[in-house]
């Protein structure tokens, strides 16, 4: 039975419209009667231009015609193993994507069966589901909880096009060896018959060597055709779903648009900026508060921090605007914080000031602003808020993303240097040279935005209050003067500037994987490369061991750079261990047991490892205890070591094997009895240091602390090993933000 509120009409059914037979019941909402008058028989096709609009229309009626409707999967939002969002989207696409809603309770499979007799499961179409997969999607519209916005719920789904993602393949294949897809219409969509794929899944399961179904999913994937409309997904990967805005924000006050019509025109561009305390107290101490927020007109121009920032959708950005940028203390509330009352609300209005996607991205938290419009009440409760009429950007934000964002703004000429330099506060030269094309490339200008990132971190943290407590800071410089005259940093800079700029080949040889923070890192430890061999005595081969880099990307990388060496990979993660050989096997040096991967606790005392020789301890990014560990190992042995600390409060429960001070034999302790730490009344001391020296808030204490924990590291180990001389080095703050090295080498 049709619904006749639509004014459906059989003559359009060969232009655009066609029937679908629909099982009695099967496409009635959960949340409806299985009355057949809520059926419409009629399925619309609808283009997905249209479709965002059909749905709002569709829903505003209560209609539930089913809509059908093809397109790309560009994101997947799940929730468990039954519902999940789906983006649909096409290539070249600059409108908001189509949502899909699929749950396991609305989905009805086809009556319908394929030439086998199988038809697809809710289980294969959830898992099949992923971006780069073309399909027809089968509903009815539905809304959400934002108004304005509807969704497809999903009925059925039909697969038409395979992803180009030779992982998401897989999980095609695995779902059709399964039988949770059926196995003919799997075949068609790279035109091959059921009978051979039956055979080509039979040969790449589970006996095979490597992942199950990889070969055949990276042979599917070169037998697709060229598919000039499939989308960017790296674009819609990056471009993230905005939600709605709150109605107090969305819908423009009437009073706030006749302020800005009568007092935008009065704000004076040399009129000084004032805090954001001065805007609070001039707007709570003005004779004429309303608290409707409709008599009140307040013009303003205040400076301050970005604090926080919400992005809505349809152009519309609220920034809370500080004085200064301190981190709440943990044991309160961000409401109960002292300083949450120092905020002042502003708002980015469309109908006022349309803020580009370019500058709301650069309004990020830790930027600094300066902003004019009009301060009014708010209807509800009162509290202020600025509704902004002209914004400029005075100091960038120091996150890493936002700096190498700026950069390249710079490099397409869509900011001007000057603009760059005072957001970045450097000279415009030091603009113009980091964004030369033909000096830089991309992984050069990384390297300068993270420099960037870090001296804006400091200059923004100036004159910013401390959190910690004095007991703590009295700590702190306890251990600073204990290690006063030991372990001077040295920075490396200078000594690695020559390689800064040599090609290296990518730890995985190709593909996506090789990311720039790898190249990072590939540079810093090509250069000890000769480190290393000066500290092995120049032996025809000798063994490193790598402590928990199971991933592999260090030990391939000094396997294809020294090949004099044979490395012993240990990590506490299989999954890890298994990917790092996968790609050790892929790179051909699993030959000869040039790289061997173990998977086991490095720091048990009872691990066979401990037998083994080896010439060298390596470890990049040793995660808090799991450093101690490895040097223990270098201990162990009365070996060199190369090592990079990383999150310092990890693995705080790990012991290491101790030399005894009474005997030649050796214990399992905890960490701060190895670095003769005390415990304190309250805390333990090492708490305290490690806690200190993963404060974000402030760069400066932070680098105090990290640099007494190296220098107790440096101490417990040369005690311990006494023909080992240990430094304390910094590479370049480009290649990682954990740029402490300790290097022990034969005195």
Request: glycine share 6%.
């Amino acid at each position: 039975m049709m619904d006749q509120s639509v004014g459906w009409d059989h003559e359009k059914e060969n232009v655009g419209y066609f029937h679908k037979h629909v099982e009695k019941g099967g496409l009635i909402m959960a949340s409806r009667d299985n009355d057949e008058a809520n059926i419409d028989l009629a399925v619309l096709s609808v283009p997905l231009a249209e479709a965002t609009s059909t749905l709002l229309e569709l829903c505003s009626s209560n209609n539930t015609r089913i809509v059908q409707m093809e397109g790309y999967v560009t994101a997947k939002r799940g929730f468990g193993s039954s519902f999940c969002f789906l983006d649909l989207s096409e290539r070249g696409w600059e409108r908001r994507p189509v949502q899909v809603m699929l749950k396991r309770q609305n989905y009805s499979p086809p009556m319908g069966a394929d030439s086998d007799g199988n038809a697809p499961t809710f289980d294969g179409i959830f898992r099949s589901m992923l971006p780069g997969t073309y399909a027809s999607i089968t509903g009815v519209a539905s809304p959400t909880r934002n108004p304005g916005e509807a969704v497809l719920l999903c009925r059925e789904v039909d697969l038409l096009g395979l992803p180009r993602n030779p992982q998401h393949i897989r999980v095609i294949l695995e779902c059709t060896a399964k039988g949770l897809l059926p196995i003919a219409s799997v075949a068609r969509l790279y035109n091959q018959s059921a009978e051979q794929l039956q055979r080509d899944l039979e040969c790449s399961g589970e006996g095979c060597y490597g992942k199950p179904f990889d070969s055949l999913a990276k042979m599917v994937l070169r037998s697709l055709p060229a598919d000039e409309r499939y989308p960017d997904l790296v674009k819609y990967k990056q471009s993230f779903r905005l939600p709605v805005a709150p109605a107090e924000t969305y819908s423009l006050p009437e009073s706030v648009k006749m302020a800005t019509k009568v007092s935008v025109s009065g704000i004076k561009e040399s009129a000084p900026p004032l805090s954001v305390e001065a805007v609070l107290s001039q707007f709570y101490e003005s004779e004429d508060i309303d608290c409707s927020g409709s008599t009140l007109q307040l013009p303003a121009c205040v400076h301050g921090w970005i604090q926080n920032r919400r992005r809505f959708d349809r152009n519309v950005t609220v920034l809370e605007l500080v004085d200064s940028l301190r981190e709440s203390d943990n044991s309160t509330t961000l409401e109960s914080a002292p300083h949450f009352c120092q905020r002042l609300k502003c708002v980015s209005h469309p109908q006022i000031l349309a803020v580009s996607d370019t500058m709301a991205h650069l309004l990020a938290p830790s930027a600094q602003v300066q902003i004019q419009g009009v301060v009014i009440g708010d209807k509800n409760d009162g509290a202020p808020t600025l509704w902004i009429t002209n914004i400029r950007l005075l100091q960038a934000s120091w996150w890493p993303s936002v700096t190498r964002f700026l950069l390249e703004l710079v490099l397409e000429k869509r900011f001007s240097v000057p603009d760059a330099a005072l957001a970045l506060q450097v000279s415009e030269s030091e603009v113009v040279e980091a964004t030369n094309a033909n000096a830089l490339d991309l992984t050069a200008r990384q390297w300068k935005a993270a420099e960037f990132s870090q001296a804006l971190k400091l200059k923004a943290q100036e004159g910013s209050s401390v959190t910690c407590s004095t007991e703590e800071i009295f700590i702190l410089e306890k251990y600073e003067a204990k290690c006063a005259d030991q372990f001077p940093i040295q920075d490396v800079t200078n000594h690695v500037s020559e390689w800064l700029h040599t090609p290296v080949r990518g730890v995985v040889g190709e593909g996506k994987k090789s990311r720039s923070w790898f190249g990072w890192a590939n540079k810093y430890w090509r250069f000890y490369k000769h480190t290393r061999i000066g500290i092995a005595h120049q032996v025809s081969e000798f063994r490193i061991l790598d402590v928990g880099g199971g991933q592999g990307w260090l030990a391939n990388h000094l396997a294809q750079t020294v090949p004099e060496a044979r490395i012993q990979v240990i990590d506490i993660a299989s999954g890890a261990v298994q990917n790092g050989a996968m790609r050790s096997r892929r790179l051909g040096l699993s030959n000869n047991n040039r790289v061997s991967y173990t998977v086991g606790d490095a720091s048990s005392p009872n691990l066979t490892l401990w037998e083994d020789d080896f010439d060298l301890v390596v470890a990049l990014h040793a995660c808090g205890g799991l450093t101690d560990v490895a040097l223990s190992h270098a201990r162990s042995r009365q070996i060199p070591f190369v090592i990079c600390p990383c999150c310092y409060r990890s693995n705080a429960h790990l012991q290491v094997q101790a030399s005894s001070s009474s005997s030649s034999s050796t214990s399992s302790v905890n960490i701060s009895r190895w670095l003769d730490v005390a415990p304190t009344t309250g805390a333990d001391e090492y708490t305290i240091l490690t806690r200190l020296a993963e404060t974000q808030h402030d760069l400066v204490l932070s680098r105090r602390a990290t640099h007494v924990v190296g220098r107790l590291r440096a101490a417990a180990t040369e005690r311990d090993i006494p023909n080992i001389q240990v430094s304390l080095w910094t590479f370049p703050v480009a290649f990682s933000t954990r740029n402490l090295c300790l290097v022990g080498k034969y005195r």
